[in-house]
């Protein structure tokens, strides 16, 4: 199977600090792929550099085989990436249906019954203001705002943050769904465990470089991983 | 009955009050989306005056196609100031930086230095006294309606004001720059996220908001008969007063705020001597300052 998105060797400084060091990523088409580590190790940076927020001082991301580290956001957008980034950043003073339309940029509403069926609690509120929703729907919303262009890869970055346990599988079922949609998805994920069961490649980030990486199962069952973020005793694989 | 000398203060007051609008549309939209504030908005105003008067001695067309070159003026001087004095101080596209406080500085001044720049080229160029205007192309001709008497020009600049905020709230509501517009003014971050090209908006608001504040400057050079390099001064600080009335970013509220601007100075010079008219401005600005640091229709209007 062909790779779809390919990042090699990125590196990331802002100011002095060097945020990300050597990142090598790639996710198969139709594949998941999760980006793992604690809080501040540089995981939504790497988001940011593919979606174009902030641009990479060394290495390439590579869109079926285009290199588009140097593009502009709109530009990556065009290309079919699209991300629901961390703190959702939705247009919280417009409907849910202006931030769909929104999202969907030239195509209107041509994805909006696709979404809404993936997200049947976005229905109901469509003339709602998105603000005025609870975060757990917000986090619907921006997830299928980022599906209402059909992307080719959808980037997610910590899509469970402040959900119930309860969507925390929502979601993790989605992302299945999506897959089986034909999408790629790049997840970032402090839920580890969630995220490890439905991944099928995992790379664990920490300081800004890649420390392990792997199969999901393999990293599922690696005594490193379970130590620092699975509470210390190995889980059974789903 | 109300007193004929009122309603004719007010007939006068609307037509203030809606080019204040016209103004304050211009400051608001590109508050809106960058949280600055244009300190040459005063001088593009200035530029639609003398552009339709340049117009007028050369070839004489008609008032519509005065307007219309006013526009133009306007949007290319929203164009280049967009440009020259806010573009190059956006070089990071990340949540922190684009819509920054150190920016907000920068461009506080590179504005103000755009508007200083533009007034003394004109007045280099034109000589700080009035310009004389054709007579024909006046607008202050008078129309007696019972016992009171406006001119034409105040219905004019209604009818205009009134085209000009439906087109707005048309293009804002209904068409895809418009929802890029008030996406970026929402969260500039999430837009770029959701593929806008957020420079081209940002150019395109001060494009529309420019148009409107020149257009505001012919209609008011042709109602007085007075053209000259610094009559933007004093429109530009009624406009932010209604702005900051408004809320800052809300059209509706700043549209609403700069009529009851218009209407009240008209109406102050009843009781007070006219030159003292401006002080109308500057209290309204202190007393939302104190009691509506938010605007007068609070937090949760619907900006843009
Ligand atoms: N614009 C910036 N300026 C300065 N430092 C930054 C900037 N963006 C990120 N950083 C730094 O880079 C590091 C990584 O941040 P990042 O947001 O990528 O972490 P993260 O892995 O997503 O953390 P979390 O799990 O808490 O979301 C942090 O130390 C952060 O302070
Ligand atoms: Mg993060």
Wanted: proline share 4%; aromatic share 6%; charged share 15%.
């Amino acid at each position: 199977m062909s790779n779809i998105l390919e990042i090699k060797n990125l590196s990331l400084k802002i100011g002095i600090q060097d945020i990300l060091h050597d990142i090598s990523v790639t996710v198969p088409e139709q594949g998941i792929v999760s980006v793992l580590g604690a809080n501040g190790v540089g995981k939504t940076s790497l988001m940011r550099c593919i979606s174009g927020i902030y641009h990479a001082t060394g290495g390439e991301i590579l869109l079926q085989g285009e290199d588009i580290s140097k593009l502009k956001s709109h530009e990556i957008v065009e290309r079919g990436i699209m991300q629901a980034p961390e703190g959702r950043q939705i247009f919280s003073n417009m409907t849910v249906l202006e931030n769909l339309v929104i999202g969907a940029g030239p195509l209107g509403r041509q994805e909006l019954d696709h979404v809404l069926a993936l997200f049947p609690r976005l229905e109901e509120r469509l003339k709602q203001q998105a603000g005025s929703m609870s975060g757990g729907e917000q986090q619907m919303l921006c997830i299928g705002r980022a599906l209402m262009r059909k992307p080719k890869v959808l980037l997610l970055d910590e899509p469970s943050l402040g959900l119930a346990p309860r969507l925390v599988g929502f979601i993790c079922e989605l992302v299945s769904k999506i897959r089986a949609e034909g999408y790629a998805v790049l997840l970032v994920e402090q839920n580890v465990k969630a995220a490890l069961r439905i991944s099928d490649t995992a790379s664990v980030i920490e300081h800004g470089k890649i420390v392990i990486e792997g199969d999901a199962s393999a990293l599922a069952n690696d005594p490193r991983v379970a130590e620092a973020y699975l509470g210390g005793h190995v889980h059974e694989t789903a | 009955m109300l007193d004929p000398y009122i309603l004719q203060q007010l007939a006068i007051g609307l037509s203030l009050g809606m080019i204040y609008a016209l103004m304050a549309i211009g400051f608001t939209l590109i508050f809106g989306v960058l949280n600055v504030v244009n300190f040459a908005h005063g001088e593009v105003y200035t530029i639609g005056a003398f552009a339709g008067l340049m117009a007028i001695s050369a070839f004489g067309p008609p008032l519509l196609v005065v307007l219309f070159i006013a526009l133009a003026a306007g949007a290319l001087a929203g164009f280049g100031l967009e440009r020259l004095a806010f573009r190059p101080f956006r070089r990071f596209s990340d949540e922190a930086s684009l819509k920054s406080r150190a920016m907000r500085e920068a461009t506080l001044m590179s504005s103000l230095a755009m508007s200083i720049i533009a007034r003394e080229a004109m007045e280099m160029i034109f000589g700080s006294q009035f310009q004389t205007v054709d007579l024909a192309y006046l607008i202050n001709k008078p129309i007696h309606i019972g016992p009171i008497t406006i001119v034409n020009g105040d219905l004019i600049i209604l009818g205009v004001t009134l085209v000009m905020l439906g087109g707005l709230q048309w293009l804002l509501k209904k068409s895809p720059i418009g929802l890029s517009i008030r996406a970026v003014s929402n969260n500039a971050l999430g837009a770029k996220y959701c593929g806008i090209n957020t420079d081209r908006t940002i150019i395109i608001t001060f494009v529309i908001g420019s148009a409107m504040g020149a257009l505001a400057g012919i209609l008011v050079g042709l109602y007085y008969g007075a053209i000259f390099p610094s009559m933007g001064f004093t429109p530009g600080i009624k406009a932010f007063v209604a702005m900051v009335m408004g809320g800052l970013s809300s059209v509706p509220g700043a549209v609403i705020s700069a009529i009851i601007l218009g209407l009240s100075e008209s109406l102050s010079t009843s009781f007070m001597p006219s030159v003292w008219s401006d002080m109308v401005a500057y209290a309204f600005l202190l007393l939302t300052l104190i009691f509506f640091p938010q605007g007068l229709f609070g937090a949760r209007r619907e900006r843009v």
